[in-house]
């Protein structure tokens, strides 16, 4: 079993930033990390993702240009860091930890997930 914590979430006015900071279990540093979130009344989505070495990232067309994933040094915590926030973004964010070493939008790819952070953007 893996620990996975977020942090970060809050309330701010569309426009503002947020920055969201994810800690994974010492083992995870040899894995993709990703986030995703999750909307009321709405499926779960891919938001970004990193794999392993921090180098190749992915992220969903509606983050494009205004999210920014980041892991450390030591690969254990990750970061999004969020601007231009619109009320579209209000969601609850999950941090999880992949199966293997690459990123990926897909959840089935990740294995230990975190309890999620709330995200709340007001007009």
């Known amino acids: 079993q893996v620990s996975v914590s977020e942090s970060g979430g809050g309330l701010v006015q569309a426009g503002e930033s947020l920055k969201l900071t994810c800690v994974a279990g010492r083992t995870s540093s040899n894995n993709g990390l990703g986030w995703f979130r999750r909307a009321p009344g709405k499926e779960r989505e891919h938001v970004a993702s990193?794999?392993?070495?921090?180098?190749?990232?992915i992220y969903a067309d509606s983050v494009k240009g205004r999210f920014t994933i980041s892991r450390d040094a030591a690969k254990t915590t990750m970061y999004l860091q969020m601007n231009s926030l619109t009320p579209e973004d209000t969601a609850t964010y999950y941090c999880?930890?992949?199966?293997?070493?690459?990123?990926?939008?897909?959840?089935?790819?990740?294995?230990?997930w975190g309890q999620g952070t709330q995200v709340t953007v007001s007009a």
């Open positions: 999880a930890v992949g199966l293997g070493p690459t990123a990926s939008s897909s959840a089935g790819r990740y294995r230990y």
């Open positions: 990193v794999d392993w070495k921090g180098g190749n990232k």
